[in-house]
């Protein structure tokens, strides 16, 4: 029985891909994560997203305590397994931390890496990567992951590629962890990554304003530059391509005010706040546990927000959009596909739970760092997505007659 080793496993998104990958495998799964009480309560009562009795998957399903920035001991509970699957965030913080280790101990590797830093040095990583013979594949979720992947398959499509534009839009409602909090304010704040023009260039982050309409629910909304993985990666396995470009927004609108306001005046800073004389913490850090208790302080306020994205949205946890424009028999082409799911967790975690699958059963394209795009067969990996995602395809082409 092979086995797989979720880092993170008993965290939101972890706890998800820890059940997408007892329902779509017989592997052997290791829960292992750093939080003793939620690693403990998993391990011995329920399935904290899916309520599934844990002791009744014994023999195929057990815990360790890790922490990893302890690198020896990560290394060696790797190498008790044929796959690492990591989901421990913020990424800029831990993912070349693990990458690491992933190498010392030979046992190939995928993630959630969402974070533009994080990826670049990544990929700093490859040829040590491809000198140990295993695959990292990173950023392998909803965006990054399932959009890179739309966006290799369109363009294969075509003879010449030119503007490859991500739009996403993400419920501010929809539950999410510590983690997901710090990575948007890493994401908007300061300069992040485009490739404008054939060159790789930095905009600040929510500049850039622009109304991108989604399917219903969400409808209209203005999106803004945000610093995801893209930009970074599709232009080195899209030959050509003038544009790669990502924007993205939550809704309702008083979510996404919020969060820019914070963001506008600072409080994403990476710099040490002053709490006390014997207290201080990154202001980011304070600003995540703040935003995280707000319905706590103002409950009549976040109620009447989620009634009316409720109202407005019917509960629609978001959407990304993936745009691809070029030429193809001598006609201008466009591609559009729309991805909707039914939670955040769920649109991140089935893409990562496909490409898991793909490298323990040898569907991967070589050896090395590689993103979503270059490691998957794109038809392949979205033939299995979508079997319990939906994506629409419009295709348009213009011609002179």
Known sequence: MKKIIVLG?????????????IQRSDAKITIAD???????????????????????????????SIDVEDHSSLVRLMK??????????PFYKY?????KASIASGVNLIDLDDDYDATEEAFSFNEQARKAGITVVIGCGGSPGMTNVLAKYASDKMDKVDDIRIFWAESGIDPTGPAAVAHWFHITSGDVPMFIERHQVKVKGLSGPEV????????KLEVRYTGH??????????KGVKNVTIKGALFPTRMMELYKTLTDVGFASTESFTVTEKLSVPLRELTTRIVRALGHFNPEYFKAMTEEASKIYKDSPGATRVEV????????????YESTIDSVTLGTTIPLAIGALMILNGNVKGTGVLPPEAAFDSSLFISEVTKNMRVQERETRERVI
Not at 212 to 219: A, C, K, N, R
Not at 229 to 238: K, S
Not at 325 to 336: F, H, I, L, M, R
């Open 9 to 21: 496993g008993a965290g939101f998104m972890g706890s998800e891909i820890v059940y997408q990958l």
């Open 34 to 64: 750093s939080n003793l009480k939620k690693l403990q309560q998993f391990g011995q009562t329920k399935h904290e997203a899916r309520k599934i009795a844990i002791d009744k998957l014994k023999g195929r399903v057990d815990t360790a």
């Open 80 to 89: 008790t397994a044929n796959l690492i699957v990591s989901t421990v965030g």
């Open 95 to 99: 993912s070349s931390k693990i990458i």
């Open 212 to 219: 991108v309409e989604f399917s219903p629910p969400i409808g």
């Open 229 to 238: 993985a893209e930009p970074v990666t599709l232009p080195r396995y899209i």
């Open 325 to 336: 424009t070029g030429e193809q028999g001598g006609e201008k082409v466009s591609y559009a």
